[in-house]
């Protein structure tokens, strides 16, 4: 599927943005302080945002589930125009209505506890789940989001959905493991196989009802995000099993977003993903010498993989904002790459929610400046 | 039957709190070393209650393997945030820019063994050399050979220090050795790497292995000089190792440091026999095939007492 925009390197966000400070301080319960209104005062007015004064008028009140409601779909609206403002083709709501891409997700479906907190790295931590029972579906936790989104953009609408292998990853695996005891005396094999099960039923009972509720409801993009696809190499078939069994027969395109690994051990078993037309990638993150950071777009000449690629031109994990030419001699060395220009979609690394409002929206302006540079120079 | 655990331990709520509040300015330096006290006086009493043959710390102020390392050696700064193995956890990769020494800094920080301990034995447990150079970026040293020896050499002076301070056993956590596969050139300068550390040291040592297959690489480590070899069994099938003649002591790693499911009794009994019976080692002791870091606190606690409960049932 080429793009709807009909121009050269469309320009996509990839999923988070971080969380207004008057949201967060609403949630939580806080008064909303000076700086944040400040806050949204100035980016309202850059993002051309026009609910500001409805905001505020919410954030005066005391909170309820119906201003909680109001205040979500308001940060969502933000969002939007913060991104469409940026000069971005295709937008969504920066996640704004999401607790994070793992917890949302699992907290809304069957099957899992959660016992407490483990480290990431350094002083972070998350809530990692358990999958205590079988899993299932309880609810379309995208729908309302994007029903909310696909009415208030401007701008094309791609939705980002955390990919079935991503949440097995990042969860204990009890149940399937209990399950399957007695069936193998080999620990590792029995680990294996319980995951692949647990991968399995993610895809088909949770992630494939939430896909086709969105595409039911308008949807024409959806984002499979698999941060963790390439953490244990031996279980990619697992993921290109589970990405057929959620997306197969829904009408709509489907990518998927792959970051901070090493590409090749995905071949050639992701050439068997039947309906993914794009792999959105990082590259810029590794390395400041362009051929050596997008020395692995390659890969896709040596397997004649002939989709999309999302060409991700800016490190999220910076705040050095890169210059729109060095986004622009990152487009046109994917170019000379791939040969044809019209596979290359430009985006960030990675959602940008760790970084600042201004750092974020100075990366994303680039990247559209990029694109238009390289536009300008290749049509 | 011997049991004891292999490094570093979760934090308790309460620490990861203390934890994230220093880090964001609102708790001070002394604060958040109260927590960490308090989380390894727990963690001390929770392993003497457990009748664990040797204590370990927890290494509960360690963010990551190395890095007490890039304070304690010369020659270490801190690189950028890198995987750690195939986890969904991260740590610091070591940069060597200059000759690896240690020169003499305070350990007490990071090794503590002054707690009382009703008679229990202290252990540390400390990167294994090959580890430690797989995963720094070396750009001082001109071969891999050389860097071997350098982080050997240092320690070993660091061990030398510890066993003054109190501590009666040296574990080296070595998952590089069945994760990364090395040549058989490697294989020699870890053997190499392993004399230096062991030579003369006068207390008890154990190679630690998890995350990888230690079957692939049991011909060669059985031979090196440590008295024990940790083996993951969530990763090793006892298959693998039948065909050896064990001299040494294997840490049989059979509680899962990485899945929050509870290993009942009769499973561990029938592997820790099985091991016993077609391996035929030395002795077997019980561990978890690696850090209970990965869980959080509440589980690991309860994997504690399953280990303690396997310890008495197969005895």
């Known amino acids: 599927m080429r793009d709807h925009t009909n121009k050269l390197f469309p320009v996509q966000e990839i999923g988070s943005l971080p969380k207004p400070p008057w949201l967060i301080s609403y949630l939580r319960g806080r008064a909303v302080e000076k700086p944040e209104l400040e806050h949204l005062a100035k980016w309202s007015k850059i993002s051309g945002f026009e609910a500001e004064k409805d905001i505020r008028a919410v954030l005066s009140q005391p909170k309820t589930a119906e201003t909680e409601k109001r205040i979500r779909n308001f940060a969502s609206l933000f969002a939007i125009r913060?991104?469409?403002?940026?000069?971005?083709?295709?937008?969504?709501?920066?996640?704004?209505?999401?607790?994070?891409?793992?917890?949302?997700?699992?907290?809304?479906?069957?099957?899992?506890?959660?016992?407490?907190?483990?480290?990431?790295?350094?002083?972070?931590?998350?809530?990692?789940?358990?999958?205590?029972?079988?899993?299932?579906?309880?609810?379309?936790?995208?729908?309302?989001?994007?029903?909310?989104?696909?009415?208030?953009?401007?701008?094309?609408?791609?939705?980002?959905?955390?990919?079935?292998y991503t949440l097995a990853?990042?969860?204990?695996?009890?149940?399937?493991?209990?399950?399957?005891?007695?069936?193998?005396?080999?620990?590792?094999?029995?680990?294996?196989?319980?995951?692949?099960?647990?991968?399995?039923?993610?895809?088909?009972?949770?992630?494939?009802?939430?896909?086709?509720?969105?595409?039911?409801?308008?949807a024409e993009w959806i984002q499979i995000d698999e941060p963790a696809v390439t953490t244990k190499p031996g279980e990619i078939p697992f993921f290109v099993e589970a990405f057929n069994e959620s997306t197969a027969g829904l009408s709509c395109k489907f990518s998927v977003h792959i970051c901070y690994s090493d590409y090749r051990v995905l071949y050639p078993d992701i050439l068997e993903l039947k309906k993914c037309s794009q792999l959105a990638l990082e590259f810029a993150n590794r390395d400041d010498d362009t051929a050596a950071a997008y020395a692995q777009l390659q890969l896709l000449n040596e397997f004649e993989d002939e989709r999309e690629v999302g060409l991700g031109v800016a490190d999220v994990h910076v705040d050095d904002v890169e210059e729109p030419s060095l986004i622009c001699g990152r487009i046109k060395y994917a170019v000379k790459t791939l040969g044809d220009p019209k596979r290359i979609y430009v985006n960030p690394d990675c959602g940008l929610r760790t970084r600042s409002w201004d750092i974020a929206y100075s990366k994303l302006s680039n990247i559209a400046e990029g694109a238009e540079m390289a536009r300008r120079e290749i049509s | 039957m011997e049991g004891h655990l292999t490094g570093a331990f979760p934090r308790s709520e309460a620490l990861v709190e203390a934890s994230r509040a220093a880090a964001r300015g609102r708790v001070s330096p002394d604060e958040l070393e109260a927590a960490y006290a308090r989380d390894v006086e727990a963690l001390v009493n929770l392993q003497t209650q457990a009748k664990v043959e040797f204590v370990v710390d927890g290494q509960l102020n360690w963010k990551d393997l190395f890095r007490p390392f890039s304070e304690l050696l010369t020659g270490i700064r801190l690189g950028g945030l890198t995987r750690w193995f195939d986890n969904n956890t991260f740590y610091r990769k070591p940069i060597i820019v200059d000759k690896v020494r240690y020169a003499g800094a305070s350990l007490d920080t990071y090794f503590r063994c002054s707690l009382p301990h009703n008679g229990a034995r202290w252990k540390a447990v400390l990167p294994g050399p090959y580890t430690f150079a797989v995963m720094s970026q070396n750009t001082a040293y001109s071969s891999f050979g050389d860097l071997i020896d350098a982080l050997a050499h240092s320690l070993k002076d660091v061990i030398s220090e510890l066993k003054k301070a109190g501590f009666e056993y040296f574990q080296f956590n070595e998952p590089s050795i069945c994760f990364s596969e090395p040549s058989k050139n490697e294989l020699q300068l870890i053997k190499q790497a392993y004399e230096v550390l062991v030579k003369g040291i006068g207390a008890k040592t154990a190679l630690h292995t998890y995350f990888g297959d230690a079957g692939k690489v049991i011909d060669s480590i059985i031979d090196f000089s440590t008295d024990c070899i940790g083996i993951d069994f969530y990763a090793t099938s006892i298959a693998s190792l039948v065909e050896h003649d064990f001299t040494k002591e294997i840490g049989c790693g059979c509680i899962d440091a990485r899945n929050s499911l509870l290993e009942t009794p009769d499973v561990l009994r029938k592997l820790i026999r099985k091991v016993e019976d077609d391996v035929a080692p030395k002795a077997v002791y019980v561990t978890p095939n690696c850090d209970l870091e990965f869980l959080p606190q509440s589980i690991a606690v309860k994997k504690l007492h399953i280990l303690a409960e396997a310890k008495e049932t197969v005895a």
Request: net charge neutral; hydrophobic share 35%; glycine share 6%.
């Open chain 1, 82 to 164: 913060f991104l469409e403002s940026a000069g971005l083709d295709y937008v969504y709501d920066g996640e704004a209505n999401r607790i994070e891409m793992y917890e949302h997700p699992i907290r809304h479906s069957e099957g899992f506890e959660f016992y407490g907190h483990v480290r990431s790295f350094d002083d972070r931590y998350y809530r990692k789940a358990a999958c205590v029972r079988k899993v299932g579906f309880r609810d379309a936790y995208h729908l309302d989001e994007f029903t909310y989104a696909k009415q208030a953009a401007k701008r094309k609408i791609k939705v980002p959905v955390t990919g079935p």
């Open chain 1, 169 to 218: 990853e990042w969860s204990f695996n009890e149940f399937y493991q209990r399950r399957l005891a007695d069936d193998y005396h080999d620990l590792s094999k029995l680990k294996s196989e319980a995951k692949r099960e647990l991968v399995l039923d993610i895809a088909t009972q949770i992630i494939r009802p939430n896909l086709q509720a969105l595409v039911d409801a308008g």
